[in-house]
Structures are given as C-alpha cells and as structure tokens.
C-alpha cells in the first residue's frame, strides 16, 4: 500500500504523520476525524506494506495481529481501537503508548548497570505472564517490540532509571491457544527473528509461553553483555545450534556481574524448555529476590561450554521435533506459586504439621512449583535502640524459624524460599505479596490469627480469602495429633 | 445474521429443546438442521414436528442417513442404527415421512453449504474425520463458487478445519463458547457435533453458531437433561445401550 497522506482521512480516522515506516508496516499518528469521540488516549495506525510483490506471510500475519489484538486486555498490551476490513483496506487502530523500546537502553553508551537491567527484565517477566494467562504467547519478544511506559519523570532525577510498565508490541507471530493457528503449516519451519528465536520454534513448536522466557533471556544477555548469545543465524543450520548450544557465561564479557544474574539469564536460555522457569512469573519471582536465587554452577561458570558437552547434547537435538504445546494457561497452572502463611507466634505444632501437609499437597507432583513461606510480623516489634530486637536480628530469627518448618518439604523439583515482612495489617501484607508475585495459591492456617473473634470482626483469613486473587486454602489442624488423645487444642 | 447450526439431533427432543433455547438467547436468527434428526432416540415424532414447524419458518434442512434409514429400513440388522430405524418408521406419521423424504443432500445459504456427511459424493455419507476427508469434502464444494463455509455433521464431534499457511488444511480442536475469527477471504469447513447423542465422554449438547457479518464461529456445548432423555428411551423400549449412552456421553 502506497503511503498515507497528511490530512486523509480512513474510516473515520484523520491521518497525522507517519511515525514509522518499517519493513512489515507503516505507523501512523491518527485521531478521530470531526465528529468523532475522543477515547482518552492518542491513537496509532499500522497500515500493513501488502503492495505487489510483498510475502503472503505479512498479510496472515497481520490476519493474526488484528484477531489476538482484539481480545486482548489489560495495561501490558496497546488498547485495540479497531481494524479494517482485510479485503478492503487493512490497518488497525491501537492506544499509542508514549515510552521507549527497549532499544532506548540498549544504544545507551556504557554497560547498564545492573539494578537498571533487573528492573527492565522484572517489567517484561511481567508483561509476558499476563499475556500468557490469556493463552497468548507472544513469540516473537525483541527489544523493539517491548515499550516501557514513560513516567513523569521528578526533577534531577535520571530517565535511564525512570519507566514504567513494559507493554508489548507487535503480535503478527502471536499464538492464540483458542484461535486455529494461521501460521502453522504442515512442514514446520521456523518463525521468528533470528536473534531471539527459541530453539523449540526453530523446530516449529508454536505456543509454548518458555519460548517467550527464552527471548527475554536472550535480551537479558544483550544488557548484560551488549551482544547477542547466539548472534543473528540466517540460515536453518545457524539457527539449529541453539538446540544444543550454552551461549559464552555473561560473567566471561563482564565479569562485574552478579552470579546470581547470570543464573537468572543462562536458565532462561537452556536449550531444553523444561530446564528454563516453568512461568515468567517464576522469572519475575527470581528478579524481585536475588537473595533467594539458588546459585549453581550456571551463574558462577565464566568458561564456555566445553565442545563434548555440547557434542552430546548435539546427539539429542538431532531427534527433536514438533510436538503441540498446552495451553498455556494450563501450563502456568500446573507449577503453580505457592505462598504460605506462617504465623509468627503462638504457633501449635498441629497446626504446623497440617500447613506442611496443606502445602505439600499444593505444590503438586510437577517439577517446578515453587514455595514463598511468608511471616508477618508486625512493626512495632523491632526497635533501633535494643539489639536482640534489631530490625536485622529478628530478621534473621524469624527466617531460621521459617527455613526450619520447611525444611522436611525440601524437594529438588521444587524451589522454596523464605521471607519476614513487616506491616501493622497482616492480611493486607499478604494481598500484596500475592499480587505481586503472581502467586497462584495462598495457603494459611483457619485457626490462627484469630478464629475466636470471627463471628465479630473479619479476621485475617477472611480478609484474604474474600481479596486474594487467587485460591486461598485454610487449613484446619487435623492428624495426628487427634489420634495421640491431645484435647487442648481450639474447638475448631 | 446469526445462524445456528444443529445436527445429528437423534430424536432427543430434551437436547433439541435445549440448544434451540441456547441459540435464541445467542441472537441466532436462522436455524440449519444438518441431517440424522432421527434415530437412536424415543422421540421421532415430537422432534419432526418441532423441526418440520421450524422448516416452515424457514430454518433450513438437509437429510442424513438415518433419515433415510428411517425410510427404507432394512429387513436384516447389521449396524448399531438399523435397531432403531424400523421402530423410528413406525413411529413416523406418513406426512413425516413423505417430507423427510423431500430433504435435499445439501443446500446452500449465502456463502454457507450445509450437508450431512461430505459434500463430496454427500449420499455415500463418507466420514469427514480427517485432514484427508475435509479436503475432500471443502475441494468439492468449489463449484459453488460463493461458498466460503462447509458445515456438516455425521462424525458427533466438533472440528474446525482451516487453510494453514501453505494452503493444506489443518485441524483445530475448538474451546467451547470461545467465538473464533472466521474470516471471509479464507475457506472453512468445520463439523458442529451432536445434538442429541455426543461422543466424547460429556454428556452436554453440541452445536455451533455462526455469526456471518462479525466473522465468528462460535462452537457451543449445552447442559440438557440427559437423564429425562435416557429414560425415555427406557420407555419406549429401545435398548438400553442406547439411554446409557446419553447418561456417559460416549
């Protein structure tokens, strides 16, 4: 299509400048022609290049783009305003979101320094799992189709350092677990960008979320170090190595960062899907708690994968083939984030022995669920002035307690980690945790925190059963404390 | 215009009764009936009565095999769906049975083709339960040329078979109530299941709708009292194999 004028105006919509002009499309600045309403939010057009001559692949994959856009919710994707008939004059119209891709940071002169690359990568993992709790996955994730919003920036303060949420673009190779897959074909060949591409769509494996944690790990790599794992293959036997190649340590090019980072990065880019995090909100957990980063090997490492390794590995690669994907909400679902309420005191060991019980049976037989034991305990605790009752000091007493009632749920499929909050409002502390770590089960005691009171006041488990956004489990203390003849516990 | 699409209804009147109320509260302005209205289930009669009325307002129908079946029914039993045809013919009033036999193989609404088995060779009622077979039947129906869409029924399951990105076909497997884009410039050819008697271990009604401005197919599994249904059948003495079958969904 030839380009748009200034001025025109398109089903409604009167074209301003043209903002992009890339390979696959054009972005246009629009607004509503007179008469029209004003939705709340500046406008873009992208207006597909389907002249003569242009590949089928473009128009199915602007086919896609239009149908995943549509259903589409939430502050992580641009708002779909509308679309134009196919046959007639395709374009769609979308929230134009003011931020910088990541592209921005990585032309910035210098190495990033850490903090600001965690941050970044945090916004994406979460970007990426709200996609894929919509059964979407993004497939083709790359600095210049991740944004992050632009925040009011406070005086003298750094814009490298400032952003927002991450809002991703462009979803032409998008999978839509409930949609037919248009992209799909019987001979299955890659679809991607060569950089960032997953070694299981390099098989043909489409709809698999890992396949996006890969390409946020390949970005990560590119902060980190400032080049690409796997450089830019443009043939198929190029882009086949990653099914059995380690990318050099970060820490060889850049040996200032932390080896927990380069933990987080070379996980996300295993070969194998099934070594990497199950979610992205597993990811976004790691990136939000260095501290409790089990570091191996892959994080401390600074020498390249030895050739017999990978000669091995090169074996297996040559035996994988395309094999459908669930659906990723389902996927999600089965490593689920696991939280569990630990009172901090006053504690029976029944109901210890029956949150441990509760929680073992949440987590699942899938490898890879993971643990987060939470205590709240309150503020007013801690003081500056007594050292027994210093913030760090109670800090590290009450994680001993927390790291002792979880130990026998110690499991090499699971990862489980431990931390004290402080907060005056238990329940709220815990709302927030789950919110923000996209936790999937909450698990706490019924009989603690108050159960006495509850016909008078909503005690703690009510309040996060009724608020929680996720499955709230209370657990009552049971076995086998009943069989021993123990009668002092509460009536409940 | 939203149309819905029900077939293999079995002589379930409770299932039927069901997905007509389901479709109505979609907004489906016309109704298309793909064959098998009888067969299997106690209520022949009430249900051609019911559909017969709805033909006269203009839904659509096409005959299947056990509506033919119904008609001539065979002396010796050899399939599962002879048992009940010479039961189902006696059921029938004449008038029934005359307008049964009147049904066309297949019919055309628009940029739909409706059918019961395959619109290739339709009176072999070949089983479209493949990529194979789908080709098959979508090839011809080329030569309607206006026709975008291939609904049939004859296999109880629900399969949407697209174009893929070489042209072959591919099958998707759809999500109940999920409205899938559908858009004109490609061809599409889906099997909307059963209405009375599905097959694949869920008890609930089958059908689809189509809503042919937006571009959306929209496949629909319908709670009905199966159990009324199957106890019918009890009733009238058919075999039991045949009221269990409704109560499993298999």
Same mark, same amino acid.
């Given at each position: ?75 992580? %994707? ?72 632009? %925040? ?13 949420? $991450? ?42 979320? +890992? ?15 400032? +080049? ?35 933990? %987080? ?74 939280? %569990? ?28 669920? +993971? ?21 760090? *000091? ?16 110690? *499991? ?73 003849? $123990? ?6 | ?50 559909? @017969? ?26 399939? @599962? ?88 076909? @591919? ?34 009604? @089958? ?44």
């Amino acid at each position: 299509m030839k380009l748009l004028e200034n001025g025109a105006v398109l089903d409604g919509f009167a074209i301003d400048e043209c903002m992009h002009s890339g390979g696959m499309a054009h972005i246009y600045r629009v607004s509503y022609a007179q008469g029209g309403h004003d939705p709340g939010f500046a406008l873009a057009m992208k207006v597909p290049r389907m002249a003569s001559g242009d590949g089928a692949e473009n128009i199915v994959s602007f086919e896609v783009e239009c149908h995943i856009l549509q259903v589409l919710t939430g502050r992580y %994707v641009p708002r779909f305003v509308a679309a134009g008939d196919l046959q007639r004059v395709p374009y769609l119209v979308m929230e134009y979101v003011r931020g910088r891709t990541l592209q921005h940071w990585l032309d910035l002169p210098g190495a990033l320094p850490s903090p600001v690359i965690v941050r970044l990568a945090c916004a994406m993992a979460h970007a990426a799992h709200a996609l894929h709790q919509q059964n979407t996955v993004h497939l083709d994730l790359k600095p210049a189709n991740v944004l992050f919003r632009d %925040v009011p920036q406070p005086e003298g303060s750094n814009p490298q350092t400032s952003f927002g949420d $991450a809002v991703l673009l462009d979803f032409g190779l998008s999978h839509h677990a409930h949609y037919p897959d248009l992209l799909a074909e019987q001979l299955r060949k890659a679809v991607g960008s060569p950089g960032w591409i997953s070694p299981e769509q390099v098989v043909g494996v489409r709809g698999d979320p +890992r396949s996006d944690i890969f390409a946020i790990g390949v970005m990560l790599y590119q902060m980190c170090t400032g +080049r690409l794992p796997f450089g830019t293959p443009n043939t198929p036997a190029g882009l086949r190595q990653r099914l059995w190649v380690d990318p050099v340590p970060p820490r060889k090019h850049r040996p200032d960062l932390p080896e927990w980072l380069q933990e %987080v990065a070379l996980r996300c880019l295993e070969p194998e899907a099934a070594k990497r995090y199950p979610s992205a909100a597993h990811l976004a957990f790691d990136l939000s708690h260095p501290e409790q980063v089990h570091v191996t090997a892959r994080g401390t490492n600074t020498q390249a994968t030895p050739f017999s390794t990978h000669f091995k590995r090169w074996i297996k690669a040559a035996g994988m083939h395309y094999q459908p994907s669930p659906m990723p909400a389902e996927q999600i679902a089965v490593v689920p984030i696991v939280l %569990v309420a630990i009172p901090y005191q006053d504690a029976s060991d029944a109901t210890l022995y029956s949150l441990r019980q509760a929680v073992a049976r949440s987590l699942g037989s899938r490898p890879g669920a +993971r643990l987060a034991c939470v205590t709240v305990i309150p503020s007013s605790l801690s003081s500056t002035t007594v050292e027994a009752r210093s913030e760090t *000091h109670l800090h590290r007493r009450y994680l001993a307690q927390l790291h002792q009632w979880a130990q026998p749920l110690d *499991h090499p499929g699971h990862q489980t980690s431990c931390h004290v909050i402080e907060s005056g409002d238990v329940a709220q502390a815990l709302l927030d945790y789950a919110v923000g770590n996209h936790v999937n089960v909450i698990v706490m005691g019924a009989a603690t925190h108050g159960l006495k009171m509850q016909r008078f006041i909503a005690t703690v488990p009510i309040k996060v059963a009724m608020d929680a956004p996720c499955t709230v489990i209370l657990v009552k203390q049971a076995l086998p404390f009943e069989q021993l003849g $123990a009668n002092d516990q509460d009536p409940d | 215009m939203k149309l819905a699409l029900l077939s293999d209804v079995h002589s379930n009147l409770h299932a039927l009764d069901a997905c007509l109320a389901h479709a109505r509260a979609q907004g489906a302005q016309q109704l298309a009936f793909l064959g098998d209205l009888v067969g299997y289930g106690a209520q022949p009669r009430e249900v051609l009565d019911r559909i @017969m009325q709805l033909a006269f307002e203009g839904a659509a129908v096409v005959r299947g095999n056990h509506d033919q079946l119904a008609l001539t029914p065979p002396d010796t039993v050899q399939a @599962m769906g002879d048992v009940t045809a010479a039961w189902t013919h006696q059921q029938l009033s004449s008038t029934q049975r005359a307008w049964l036999a009147q049904l066309p193989l297949t019919q055309q609404l628009d940029a739909v083709l409706l059918v019961h088995a395959s619109v290739n060779d339709p009176a072999r009622w070949r089983y479209v339960s493949d990529v194979r077979a789908a080709t098959d039947s979508l090839d011809a129906a080329q030569q309607w040329p206006l026709v975008r869409y291939v609904f049939g029924g004859h296999v109880h399951a629900q399969t949407l078979y697209y174009r893929g990105a070489q042209g072959a076909l @591919m099958p998707f497997q759809p999500k109940s109530g999920v409205a899938i884009p559908v858009p004109r410039h490609r061809q599409w050819l889906a099997t909307v299941g059963s209405v009375g008697q599905p097959r694949d271990g869920n008890p609930q009604a @089958m059908y689809a709708l189509i809503d042919l401005a937006a571009a959306h197919l929209t496949f629909h599994r319908v709670h009905y009292d199966h159990q009324a249904a199957a106890q019918s059948i009890r009733q009238a003495g058919l075999p039991e194999f045949f009221a269990q079958r409704l109560e499993i969904g298999r």
